[in-house]
């Protein structure tokens, strides 16, 4: 075997509500949620890695980062709000404390990895670039089948859009020859997924509405995969006010709007009084 094919990332493709979990030699790219179900499969997984790289520092991304008891390296734009994280209230589960012990900036490296900023969903996105396979690892940046959701509410909306078009251009400037997202199967026709990306992206610039429409369906699946929830809880929830405003609707109106389309969809199903998703999750 060849060192090339030593170092390869090796991919733990994970179902919902964790990101899919990446390592490359002794490098953890993300840790995925802090599920215990999610916390049992990533000690596994990581034998033998020595340092935990994050993509950004959301609850699916970072949720796990706390329980290995490694040196945990991010973004110096987010190396203080990610110290410590108590919950997430856009995904519904808490992150376990735990401290940035390397920040980093765009072109550093570590171990076989090269840092690339990839800003906009949050400040600090980062993705992680392995020349010798011409692969990135693209964190929520690159996703077959679907975009990464856009900041619709809070400090990091304003030019979020623009700044996640500029990223994708990034990253397709490096002419990967893979990329590795943080949720489903890697992407393997990257210029075909840009071109994807970004048409979707200028919609969403056409109809910024869409948008907040697409994120409010990801957060509501992401929060039905941890406990099922009524349609009045879900309205509850502390982005609903948010959505409600940009959207110039009543929370309870966007949460059933939502729900009924994703119902339509097979994604979510009725239970009584309770919403369930039909998508694998652990």
Not at 118 to 123: A, L, N, V, W, Y
Not at 225 to 252: K, N, S, V, Y
């Amino acid at each position: 075997m060849s060192s090339k094919d030593e170092l390869a990332p090796i991919i733990d493709l994970r179902p919902g509500p964790s990101a899919n979990v990446v390592r490359v030699g002794s490098v953890l790219i993300d840790t995925g949620s802090g599920t215990p179900a999610s916390i049992a499969r990533l000690r596994a997984f990581a034998a033998g890695v020595s340092e935990v790289a994050l993509t950004h520092f959301h609850a699916d991304h970072a949720g796990g980062a706390a329980a290995l008891g490694l040196p945990v390296a991010a973004h110096a734009a987010e190396a203080d709000t990610s110290d410590p994280r108590t919950g997430d209230p856009w995904l519904g589960f808490a992150i376990p404390p735990y401290r940035v012990d390397r920040a980093l900036r765009d072109g550093d490296t570590i171990g076989e990895l090269v840092v690339v900023h990839t800003p906009g969903q949050t400040p600090g996105h980062v993705a992680y670039w392995h020349e010798p396979t011409r692969t990135a690892i693209t964190g929520d940046l690159m996703q077959r089948g679907d975009v990464a959701w856009v900041p619709f509410g809070g400090p990091w909306a304003e030019g979020a859009l623009e700044t996640m078009i500029e990223s994708v251009r990034t990253i397709a400037s490096l002419r990967p020859a893979r990329c590795i997202s943080g949720h489903g199967p890697p992407v393997d026709d990257v210029p075909g997924t840009v071109e994807l990306t970004l048409r979707r992206y200028a919609q969403f610039e056409k109809h910024p509405e869409k948008a907040v429409w697409h994120a409010i369906r990801r957060a509501l699946v992401s929060h039905l995969m941890i406990t099922p929830l009524t349609g009045e809880q879900l309205a509850d929830l502390p982005w609903a006010p948010i959505a409600a405003q940009a959207l110039d609707e009543h929370e309870r109106a966007i949460v059933d709007v939502a729900l009924y389309g994703l119902e339509e969809r097979g994604v979510v199903a009725r239970r009584g009084d309770l919403w369930v998703t039909t998508l694998p999750h652990e």
